[in-house]
Antibody
Framework: EVQLVESGGGLVQPGGSLRLSCAASGFTFSGYWMTWVRQAPGKGLEWVATIKRDGGERHYVGSVRGRFTISRDNAENSLYLQMNSLRAEDTAVYYC????????????????????WGEGTTVTVSS | QSVLTQPPSASGTPGQRVTISCSGSSSNIGRNTVNWYQQLPGTAPKLVIYSNNQRPSGVPDRVSGSKSGTSASLAISGLQSEDEADYYCAAWDDSLNGNVFGTGTKVTVL
């Protein structure tokens, strides 16, 4: 069974750090781009970051660039999100998702979608 | 702030057809494929349409997607109570170099 399980969420003070993990199973992890998506309480979905199969390429949403780092360990079938300088507006449920993507060499992606999702882990930034 | 615009709500009675619109721009929907996600209350999102009009395995054929220019739409025919959920469109944005989601539409079955 294809599965993604997030962990590492919790309560952290503003300015603090947290590292989220996502354990993948049931598929060839190294064969897929992976993604983090978040959802603030009562709000819509927000794409956070994505990482290439070998970790050699990463993309971030502007609001987290320079503060968050996405990484992966293909030997451990694990995805990570290191979150630093956390703000109240980072409070959200964070989902790990498998991405299917591609396109011509002249652009980043023509098609990009998340076909497998974890159940999410909750991050609360508050004093 | 979402880049793709959707109506906040849509509704219908059982058996009816509901359509949700998604308006974007030349940097996202105009150049790349559109996907749709369903989020049932308290659960993780689920992919229901990818590459404009393709259904993943297990999604019923009464769910369909289309795209024209910088807009897209999701249609659910034969509406059922289990379709009551939030629906989000999404696409890669070449200018932002990131995936963008729509504002979301809550579908209610009356």
């Amino acid at each position: 069974e294809v599965q993604l399980v997030e962990s590492g969420g919790g309560l952290v003070q503003p300015g603090g750090s947290l590292r989220l993990s996502c354990a993948a199973s049931g598929f060839t992890f190294s064969g897929y781009w992976m993604t983090w998506v978040r959802q603030a309480p009562g709000k819509g979905l927000e794409w956070v970051a994505t990482i290439k199969r070998d970790g050699g390429e990463r993309h971030y949403v502007g609001s987290v660039r320079g503060r968050f780092t996405i990484s992966r360990d293909n030997a451990e079938n694990s995805l990570y999100l290191q979150m630093n300088s956390l703000r109240a507006e980072d409070t959200a449920v964070y989902y790990c998702a498998r991405a299917v993507c591609g396109g011509p060499p002249t652009k980043t992606f023509y098609f990009y979608y998340m076909d497998v999702w974890g159940e999410g882990t909750t991050v609360t930034v508050s004093s | 702030q979402s880049v793709l615009t959707q109506p906040p709500s849509a509704s219908g009675t059982p058996g009816q057809r509901v359509t949700i619109s998604c308006s974007g721009s030349s940097s996202n929907i105009g150049r790349n494929t559109v996907n749709w996600y369903q989020q049932l209350p308290g659960t993780a999102p689920k992919l229901v349409i990818y590459s404009n009009n393709q259904r993943p395995s297990g999604v019923p054929d009464r769910v369909s997607g289309s795209k024209s220019g910088t807009s897209a739409s999701l249609a659910i025919s034969g509406l059922q109570s289990e379709d009551e959920a939030d629906y989000y469109c999404a696409a890669w944005d070449d200018s932002l170099n990131g995936n963008v989601f729509g504002t979301g539409t809550k579908v209610t079955v009356l």
